[in-house]
């Protein structure tokens, strides 16, 4: 696949989305732009020594002008919270971190498909797509793509089945806000709950499902992970990778990707994660999902705390 995605950030989840990326066939070319130049130099090095292994890649550690004629622009920019910071601080020091980025990488990379990956997400999409002049359709928040892939991890794990096998997704903000809508969990075509009731019938040993206990696993396990290891950088970065296969495939795809909604659900003016039809021209609209009641008043909730957060910060 002849490609080119360009990465700002070499942090740890910038450059591990880059080492993912130049270990498969997504991308022929790779920028990867930071303000730390000797650290994005290093890790390009680094990457690029793994290479001849696969098919000739071009890696480079590069300046904004080297984004021109980018298939992909991947914005990972940002700073970690640190101990004592409120949640509106970090929010509002990665916001002035992604306006000082945004215009010069949009002069370059003006025709490029935007995944939004710094955190909180939801926000930064939101904030992208008001400053950016860049049509709606390009730009996609990762959202709950790894929500959504933590919850296929949990219940693979619970029901013994290949998460493959399991169509499950995570709605709302990539944060505390976030639930499941088990009204659309199936595994193969089959609702948890009636599978949880055949895998008995076949004499599976499989326990009743703890419905509040997975949303607890998914909603704790980037928390979890920080506390044991001091990061998480590997499952975003396949999520994202993944992610960029399905924008630059032939057809359209469906994935919970964070963006502006649009009266759907009868909410307006934020991005947050419902399931999406995505694909080569970007964003294709929202697939419609049936969701009861108190499933919608949670997203609606979702919604109205991530809003909270916007009229806090400074655009």
């Known amino acids: 696949m002849s490609s080119k995605i360009t990465i700002i950030g070499a942090g740890s989840v910038g450059a591990t989305i880059a080492y993912t990326l130049s270990g498969q066939d997504i991308a022929s070319e790779i920028v990867l732009i930071d303000i730390n130049k000797e650290k994005v130099e290093g890790e390009v090095m680094d990457i690029e020594q793994g290479t001849c292994f696969r098919d000739p890649i071009s890696i480079i550690a590069g ?102 096998n399991i169509h499950a997704y995570v709605f709302g903000e990539h944060g505390d806000t976030s639930f499941i809508p088990w009204s659309g969990a199936y595994v193969s075509g089959v609702s948890v709950d009636e599978y949880y009731d055949l895998m ?71 991005c947050l994660s419902t399931l999406t039809l995505v694909g080569p021209n970007g964003i294709q609209g929202k697939v419609p999902m049936r969701m009861n009641k108190a499933e919608i008043e949670k997203l609606q909730a979702s919604a109205n705390a991530l809003k909270a957060v916007i009229a806090q910060i400074e655009l």
């Open 63 to 164: 300046d904004y002008e080297d984004a021109k004629g980018s298939d992909i622009v991947i914005i990972t920019s940002g700073i970690a919270r640190k101990p004592g910071q409120t949640r509106i601080e970090l929010t509002q020091t990665n916001v002035n971190i992604l306006k000082s980025i945004t215009p010069e990488i949009v002069k370059a990379a003006p025709d490029a498909l935007y995944i939004i990956v710094s955190n909180p997400v939801d926000i930064m999409t939101y904030v992208f797509t008001k400053i950016s002049g860049i049509p709606e359709n390009q730009i996609i928040g990762s959202g709950t793509i790894l929500d959504t892939a933590r919850l296929k991890c949990g219940l693979s794990e619970h029901f013994k089945v290949a998460q493959k």
């Open 200 to 270: 008995q019938t076949l004499g599976k040993d499989v326990d009743k499902l703890d419905k509040e206990g997975m949303l607890t696993y998914v909603q704790k396990s980037g928390g979890k992970i920080i506390a044991n290891k001091g990061a998480t950088f590997y499952a975003v970065a396949t999520a994202v990778c993944q992610l960029c296969a399905r924008v630059l495939a032939s057809s359209d795809s469906i994935a919970t990707v964070s963006s502006m909604m649009h009266g759907e659900y009868g909410i307006e003016d934020v």
